[in-house]
């Protein structure tokens, strides 16, 4: 990964210089996706109940469980998508400095920084550009099925009247696993489910587009044996532990 960053530099450093460039940084990050899951022995196995449309914007909502989840979003949508992620993440040497020009950054704790990206989002979201949340806020142990949703997406989605996209990523905690001890190439399984419509909501309607969202995922990654069987198996650990 910091390989293929350093040898993509020369042409990150022109992308990021300016907003208006951003279709052609998002280009080339969804070919440095698909080195990255691909050149690593990975395979994309997608179900797509719905399929997005040119020239709309929607708001993507995958579970998260491992660092290849944005890539694996990354390849599946070929409108752009603006990200919205921690600050923490900018920190991490080299990725860090493109990161907080290609993405929304928002300290969860600072009223004037979630202000921050309403105004950037309002500036980003046209000509078919997308945002994509991971509404669980953060990465949960491998124990955990589904972690509770932050109401960030879904009252921006709401702002904005895009619709979600619920999209649940099944294998990449078990083939890309936080414990290095884990993990190898394989299949990753993905379903994009029918978008969930926002027009005509207000904020008022928030609480249950986000449980509506949540109960989607999380039914599905309920049902799922082999997402189940790994979760399951992390959990025994940790209460032996």
């Given amino acids: 990964m910091f390989t293929t960053i350093i040898l993509m530099s020369p042409l990150l450093i022109i992308f990021t210089a300016k907003e208006e460039y951003y279709h052609l940084l998002w280009k080339l990050v969804r070919i440095w996706s698909k080195v990255l899951i691909y050149g690593m022995g990975f395979r994309l196995n997608i179900q797509l109940d719905q399929k997005i449309e040119p020239n709309k914007s929607y708001m993507f909502c995958p579970n998260h469980a491992s660092l290849m989840d944005p890539f694996v979003l990354i390849v599946l949508s070929k409108n752009p998508i603006v990200f919205v992620g921690k600050k923490e993440l900018a920190k991490i040497p080299v990725f860090g400095f493109f990161y907080k020009k290609a993405v929304i950054m928002v300290d969860r704790s600072s009223v004037k920084s979630r202000k921050r990206v309403f105004e950037m989002a309002k ?8 945002m994509a949340i991971f509404p669980e806020g953060l990465v949960p142990t491998e124990d955990v099925v589904l972690a509770p949703f932050k109401k960030g997406a879904f009252s921006l989605a709401i702002e904005f009247q895009i619709p979600i996209v619920p999209q649940v990523y ?4 078990r083939f890309f696993s936080w414990d290095f001890l884990k993990g190898g190439p394989g299949v ?8 969930i419509p926002t027009k005509g909501l207000n ?9 509506k969202t949540f109960d989607i995922i999380h039914n599905d990654l309920a049902n799922d044996k082999k997402y189940m069987k790994d979760t399951n198996r992390n959990n025994e650990r940790k209460i032996k532990s």
């Fill in 123 to 130: 500036k980003r979201l046209q000509n078919g550009v997308s």
């Fill in 170 to 173: 099944y294998d990449c905690k």
């Fill in 188 to 195: 990753f399984r993905i379903r994009q489910h029918n978008f």
């Fill in 203 to 211: 904020l008022e309607d928030m609480e249950s587009l986000q449980q």
